[in-house]
């Protein structure tokens, strides 16, 4: 009895301790659940370019909305980690282990854009960041802020989320310069072992698709749609060219869907058989499962963007539709992401967009997509409230024409704000909330 009158005693102190000196706690995945503190330590990269900007901004928009939702009862202790350009500058490595190691340490991370050199230099760090941690699903919603100007006649259609596949593909970096001894090698062999005609001036690449990865990421993408209950999941991929990766990936989707989620899918093809049960009416509850070509899916999601739900695709068709899904929502300053290992719960949140270098250090970009990066992040750590608060001061923000330049160049007559002038506009329309 008494030790345990001590055990709470100290407890209370440690909670009071922390409280007072802003020490925070980590977030731990126990067996798939995660279990959050009242003062989760949540380190973030700054990220290179726009990435300071947006990041800062982030940062007080969720500080502001967890005070908002919790009072003092919760608050995120944010940890800097570094890596990119400044990484570079302290340490002279662009991406320490020490910043892996505490992301791993602290499961959920924020992170802003990293430059990539084009055409050689180093190797992405955002593909590096995603191969090292397993955060084999980059998460990403596009879903219509309401009043935001849009390009689309019917702007509040656009509602999907894709999973694009983080690990494999042409983005493996198994990739060979043109005149390299390696690249000759494997010329010589492909044209001499396996009858190929590849010319011996060329830069090779290799584009393996698992069927683990496949698997992995058309699984996640249909748990996701039966979590939050979503119409349809449409795998895409240009599997009648390349048949024995794209055309797998489809193949092992299909697999998938129907060995584990039997009960609670129906494909397109039982959907319209003329002798089967539906005759083209979904059952109430079960999840429409089909697929696209990549180049017939730009189209598709441009004139029917209704009929598209969750999307599930390799990486490149991933990254490319990533963008133009953020488009069709009012531009690339406002689509958030997330890259997560459902398994390990490790996931790191990071806007759509890149480190916009013209931008950079001028208070001027949009920060709304790392914002609702953050939003995933709470929403990912079951603090909806503070979720809420967010998404619904962002729609009045936006609705008062408290916009940055990207939206304002889009509307007429309206003078934008600066990114931290924005953020100040959110946290005071959180106020209302
Ligand atoms: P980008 O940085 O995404 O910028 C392309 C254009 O998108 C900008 O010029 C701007 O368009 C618009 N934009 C981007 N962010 C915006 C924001 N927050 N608010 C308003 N508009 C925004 O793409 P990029 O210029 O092709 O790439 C630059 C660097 O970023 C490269 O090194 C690339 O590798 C890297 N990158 C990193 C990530 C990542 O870290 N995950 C992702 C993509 C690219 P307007 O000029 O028309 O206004």
């Known amino acids: 009895m008494i030790a345990h009158a001590e055990l709470q005693m100290s407890s209370q102190i440690k909670m009071q301790n922390e409280k007072s000196k802003d020490i925070g706690s980590k977030i731990e995945n126990m067996d798939g659940i995660l279990n959050v503190p009242e003062r989760p330590i949540i380190p973030y990269i700054e990220g290179d370019g726009i990435g300071p900007d947006v990041i800062k901004a982030t940062k007080r928009v969720l500080d502001g909305a967890v005070e908002k939702a919790y009072g003092p009862q919760k608050k995120i202790v944010w940890l800097e980690v570094l890596a990119g350009e400044k990484a570079q500058k302290k340490y002279s490595e662009y991406l320490p282990e020490e910043t892996l190691k505490k992301i791993k340490e602290h499961t959920v ?29 980059c998460v990403r919603p596009v879903k219509y802020l309401p009043t935001a100007p849009s390009k689309l006649k019917n702007p509040e259609e656009l509602d999907i989320v894709i999973f694009r596949e983080n690990t494999e593909d042409v983005y493996s970096g198994i990739e060979f310069e043109e005149g390299s001894e390696e690249a000759k090698k494997l010329i010589e062999f ?102 696209r070509l990549a180049d017939s899916m730009f189209q598709q999601l441009l004139l029917r963007t209704k009929q598209y739900d969750v999307l599930a695709l390799p990486n490149l068709n991933g990254d490319y ?8 929502g009012g531009g690339l300053g406002l689509a958030p992401g997330a890259n997560i290992n459902y398994e390990t719960n490790i996931a790191l949140f990071e806007p759509t967009h890149g480190t916009a270098p ?76």
């Open 109 to 137: 991370a924020l992170k802003g854009p990293l430059t990539t050199p084009i055409a050689g230099g180093f190797r992405s760090l955002n593909v590096t960041l995603r191969q090292k941690l397993d955060l084999y699903a």
């Open 190 to 291: 492909l044209n001499n072992e396996m009858n190929t005609n590849v010319r011996i001036d060329s830069g090779v690449g290799i584009k393996p698709i698992s069927e683990y990865a496949t698997k992995r990421i058309v699984r996640a993408a249909i748990n996701y749609a039966i979590k939050n209950n979503r119409k349809s999941v449409t795998i895409v991929h240009k599997g009648n060219i390349m048949k024995f990766t794209e055309g797998a990936f489809m193949r092992w989707a299909y697999e998938v869907a129907n060995k584990e989620f039997k009960d609670k899918i129906v494909t397109e093809t039982e959907l319209f058989k003329p002798d089967g049960p539906y005759k083209g009416t979904m059952p109430e509850g079960k999840i429409l499962v089909k697929d």
């Open 358 to 433: 013209s931008y950079a250090n001028q208070d001027k970009v949009n920060p709304t997509s790392a914002i609702l990066s953050g939003v995933m992040l709470f929403r990912h750590i079951g603090w909806k409230e503070a979720a809420d608060t967010v998404e619904k001061a962002l729609e009045k923000t936006v609705s008062q024409r408290k916009v940055t330049y990207d939206l304002a160049r889009q509307l007429e007559g309206i003078q934008p704000i600066g990114t931290s002038k924005f953020a100040d506009a959110v946290i005071e329309n959180m106020k209302a909330v």
């Open 321 to 328: 539709i990533s963008d133009l899904a953020a488009a069709m």
